[in-house]
C-alpha cells in the first residue's frame, strides 16, 4: 500500500523529532511492505519566515490531498512580538478548522519502566495508568466570538463559549466508542453549575449515552476533575470534555505520567483522516543540540498507522520498539533520573529503529 503523508517539520526541535519519525516509519515500511510518500509543507514559526504567514495556502491545500498529517511542533518567543492573529500557534487553529478536526485524542499512560517519573506517590498509580483525554476540538471559546470594547470603565476584552448539539453529540459519540474498545467507562467534564453551555453539554452527553448502556457513564466539574486527576487518576478511563477544559486537563493528565516528552495526540476528522503531532511543544531551548526525545513523535506515528491507515499490527510493533527501548534501560534527558547515562535524539531513533527490525 502506498500512503500520502504531509510532513510539517514546524519550529524548534520539531524537525529533529520528525527526523526521527520518519525514520522509522521507513523501517515500518520495508518490513510490512508499505510505501509513505512524505510531503514537506511550512507552517509556524518558518513558514512566517519564508511565506509571511504562518499557515499558507499551499500548505492546506497539501494536507488536505494527504492520507494524514505528521506535525513536529510550532512556537517559539522568535515571533513572540507578533499580534495573536499572526503568531506560530494560529496555524494550529487554522489546521484544526481547515481539516476539520474535530476531535482530540490524548493518551496519558504510564509506562511502567518510567513510574520513577511520576511526581504522584507510588500507590496513587500502583499498576499503571491508562487514561485517554477526549477533547472538542474546533468550538468553544478558542472560535467563539471574540472582540476589544471601550466602555466607561476603559478597554474591555470579551470571548464567547459556544456549543451547537451537533457538535456535542459527535464529541460525545467518538469518546463513547473509545470507551467501548478500552474500560467501558466516560467521564464527561463540564462546569454545568455555572455556564449555560456546559448545562447543554451535559443534557446532550447524557443523551448519546443512552446508546451505550454498557458503559458507564459520570459527570465531574472542571475542577473537581483537574483535583482528581492528582488525587485519584486511576479512576478514569475516558474523558471527554469542551475545547479550552481539554486543553487545560490533557496537559495536567500528561504531566502525571511524569513526561510530557513520551505522550502522543491524534487529532481526527469524520472518517479516517487526521494530523498526528507529539503533546510537547517546540522547546527552542535546546533545539539543535541531539537533545530531544523523539519518543512522543514516534509514538504519534503509531497512532497515525492504527487510526488512519488500519495498521494494526505495525502500529504495535512501533509501540513494542519504544517500549524495548526504555525498558533496556535508555533514557533521554528528559526521563533520566540523575546519576543516568543519557543518549540524544539520533541514538534513541537509532535504537527504536533497531528494535523494529528486531535486533537486539
Known amino acids: 500500500m502506498n500512503y500520502k503523508i504531509a510532513v510539517i517539520p514546524g519550529d524548534g526541535i520539531g524537525p529533529e ?3 526521527q519519525t520518519l525514520r522509522v516509519l521507513d523501517e515500518i515500511g520495508k518490513k510490512y511492505g508499505h510505501e509513505f510518500e ?3 509543507v511550512p507552517a509556524g514559526g518558518n513558514a512566517i519566515d519564508s511565506e509571511g504567514e504562518c499557515l499558507p495556502q499551499k500548505t492546506v491545500e497539501i494536507c488536505k490531498s494527504s492520507d494524514a498529517v505528521l506535525l513536529g511542533a510550532v512556537g517559539g518567543p522568535k515571533w513572540d512580538h507578533l499580534p495573536g492573529s499572526e503568531r506560530p500557534e494560529m496555524a494550529l487553529l487554522g489546521l484544526r478548522s481547515a481539516l476539520g478536526l474535530f476531535a482530540n485524542l490524548r493518551p496519558a499512560m504510564l509506562f511502567e519502566e518510567l513510574a520513577d517519573a511520576c511526581p504522584l506517590k507510588p500507590e496513587l498509580v500502583s499498576g499503571g495508568l491508562d487514561i485517554v483525554v477526549v477533547r472538542e476540538l474546533t468550538g468553544g471559546i478558542y ?3 471574540k472582540g476589544i470594547v471601550e466602555d466607561e470603565n476603559g478597554t474591555a476584552a470579551y470571548d464567547i463559549e459556544k456549543y451547537s448539539e451537533m457538535e456535542v453529540r459527535r464529541i460525545a459519540k467518538v469518546a463513547f466508542d473509545m470507551a467501548m474498545k478500552r474500560g467501558k467507562k466516560v467521564t464527561s467534564v463540564d462546569k454545568a453549575n455555572v455556564l449555560e453551555s456546559s448545562r447543554l453539554w451535559r443534557r446532550v452527553v447524557t443523551e448519546v449515552a443512552a446508546d451505550y448502556p454498557e458503559v458507564e457513564l459520570n459527570h465531574f466539574y472542571v475542577d473537581n476533575a483537574a483535583m482528581q486527576l492528582v488525587r485519584g487518576p486511576k479512576q478514569f478511563d475516558v474523558i471527554v470534555t469542551s475545547n479550552i477544559f481539554g486543553d487545560i486537563l490533557s496537559d495536567e493528565a500528561s504531566q502525571v505520567t511524569g513526561s510530557i516528552g513520551m505522550l502522543p495526540s491524534a487529532s481526527l476528522a469524520t472518517g479516517n483522516f487526521g494530523m498526528y503531532e507529539p503533546v510537547h511543544g517546540s522547546a527552542p531551548d535546546i533545539a539543535g543540540q541531539d537533545l530531544a526525545n523523539p519518543m512522543a513523535t514516534i509514538l504519534s506515528a503509531a497512532m497515525m498507522l492504527r487510526y488512519t491507515f488500519g495498521l494494526l499490527e505495525a502500529a504495535d ?4 520498539a519504544v517500549q524495548k527501548v526504555l525498558a533496556d534501560g535508555y533514557r ?11 543518549i540524544g535524539t539520533k541514538e534513541c531513533g537509532d535504537l527504536i529503529v533497531a528494535a523494529v527490525r528486531g535486533e537486539a
Open 17 to 19: 523529532v520528525i527526523g
Open 38 to 40: 512524505y510531503t514537506e
Open 143 to 145: 472560535f467563539g466570538e
Open 317 to 320: 510493533d512501533i509501540e513494542a
Open 332 to 342: 533521554t534527558a528528559d526521563i533520566a533520573k540523575a546519576g543516568e547515562p543519557v
